[in-house]
């Protein structure tokens, strides 16, 4: 860029932070409790993203200490009858099943 362009984009420059600095320090109230806004905002998304990674480890960790070989499968309806029958119809359609034991 050419020294005749890059002056009036600095000039520019300057102003407007000039014209920031202003608006900043007229109002030192309204830009303290602004800052201070960001900051809370800012701390509780950093804090919440924390929380949810340790409870997402907390999980993984759990479903480690099983075995990644085991699966819980548990039914919603209270009503719900186990069938044998149902448990080997299984036992043969589903691949890499070993085992299935009903758990009431």
Sequence with gaps: MDKNRLMPLLTRLLFTARMAAHGILSKRLRSGLTILGVAIG???????????EGARRAVIEQFESLGSDVVIVK??????????????ELLERVQGLEMATPIV
């Design 42 to 52: 800012v701390a509780s998304v950093v804090s919440l993203m924390g929380i949810g």
């Design 75 to 88: 039914a919603h309806d209270p009503n719900f009858e186990f069938d044998p029958a149902e448990a080997d």
